[in-house]
Nanobody
Framework: QLQLVESGGGVVQPGGSLRLSCAGSGARLDYYTIGWFRQAPGKEREGVSC????????YYSDSVKGRFTITRDNTKNTVYLQMNSLKPEDTAVYYC??????????????????????WGQGTQVTGSS
């Protein structure tokens, strides 16, 4: 059974950076498409970035494109989300999630919560001004 544990959240000033980590156990993460979702208070959970399992195709939502980067380190069974130029509106709980096989998204087809089978507990990111 795959388990996911996120880390790296915290409080950061606008313009700052954080790197979130998603460590997998119980299975190899490279067999899965890994996604990062976030949920702000009173809002629906939204997919911000994903990386496919086979060809490492990446997806970014418009709100984070050019600022966030998703990468894999298969030797550590970990996926990272590098977040730069953080804004107050990036404040949310960030969740790592996994789905078997490769999933692909586009500007007209965004990640959906129901696409994913495994979820971490979340890590809080707060942009404080």
């Amino acid at each position: 059974q795959l388990q996911l544990v996120e880390s790296g959240g915290g409080v950061v000033q606008p313009g700052g950076s954080l790197r979130l980590s998603c460590a997998g156990s119980g299975a190899r993460l490279d067999y899965y498409t890994i996604g990062w979702f976030r949920q702000a208070p009173g809002k629906e959970r939204e997919g911000v970035s994903c990386i496919s399992s086979t060809d490492l195709t990446t997806y970014y939502s418009d709100s984070v494109k050019g600022r966030f980067t998703i990468t894999r380190d298969n030797t550590k069974n970990t996926v990272y989300l590098q977040m730069n130029s953080l804004k107050p509106e990036d404040t949310a709980v960030y969740y790592c999630t996994a789905a078997g096989g490769s999933l692909y998204y586009s500007d007209t087809y965004s990640p959906r919560v129901k696409d994913y089978d495994y979820w971490g507990q979340g890590t809080q990111v707060t942009g404080s001004s």
